[in-house]
């Protein structure tokens, strides 16, 4: 339930809340309340707005994900995908874009302006293997430099990772898709 609630409407709502009570303490006398009021909900109610300020939204997923792809992400995901799916989802605070650091490590970001933008994201299954598909707005980066990058791009996402790069049906839209291989067998760790 908190993980959909952004951190900052909370500390602006508590924060507004307590302020308010301050202030009504402040009218009819009340030291207790008023102190609170002042010293607890002004600041929460700042932080609120602070951290409004910086925040990022969670990507939206394009596509529903179906029963059986949840099954295979349990099974196959390797922990840098389940990282990404994770990370991308949720509200984030501080950071520029999603994926920013990624994207300038790759080569991908040259300036903040030209940085590829991640608008969507869809779990499914290729070849009876579990598939994330990151789908980024890239008017700046085309297709032939994200295909350049494509042995770079894979090494970054693991050994155990499929990538393919391909256009969107929209313009300036790129799909990276990481596939879990399945014909590489996996090492676990014992128990």
Do not use: C
């Not at 059986?68 to 922990?79: D, V, Y």
């Not at 300036?172 to 090492?187: A, F, G, Q, S």
């Amino acid at each position: 339930m908190f993980g959909v609630i952004p951190l900052s409407l909370v500390l602006i709502n508590v924060g507004g809340l307590l302020a308010l009570i301050g202030f009504f303490a402040y009218a009819i006398d009340d030291p207790t309340f008023n102190l609170i009021g002042f010293f607890y909900g002004i600041p929460l109610f700042l932080g609120g707005l602070a951290l409004k300020s910086a925040e990022l939204e969670p990507v939206p997923f394009t596509k529903v994900t179906q029963p059986n792809t949840l099954k295979l992400r349990e099974e196959q995901a390797t922990p840098t995908l389940n990282q990404i799916r994770k990370d991308v989802t949720r509200f984030r605070y501080g950071q520029e874009a999603h994926l920013d650091i990624a994207l300038e490590k790759l080569g991908l970001a040259p300036s903040d302006d030209d940085r590829p933008v991640l608008k969507g994201l869809e779990e499914s299954e290729i070849g009876g293997a579990y598939a994330l598909t990151l789908e980024f707005y890239s008017p700046f980066m085309t297709i032939d430099i994200w295909q350049e990058k494509h042995d770079k791009i894979t090494k970054f996402f693991g050994p155990d990772v499929k990538v393919t790069i391909a256009p969107d049906d929209e313009e300036e839209e790129i799909n990276l898709t990481l596939i879990v291989d399945r014909d590489k067998e996996r090492v676990t760790s014992p128990v």
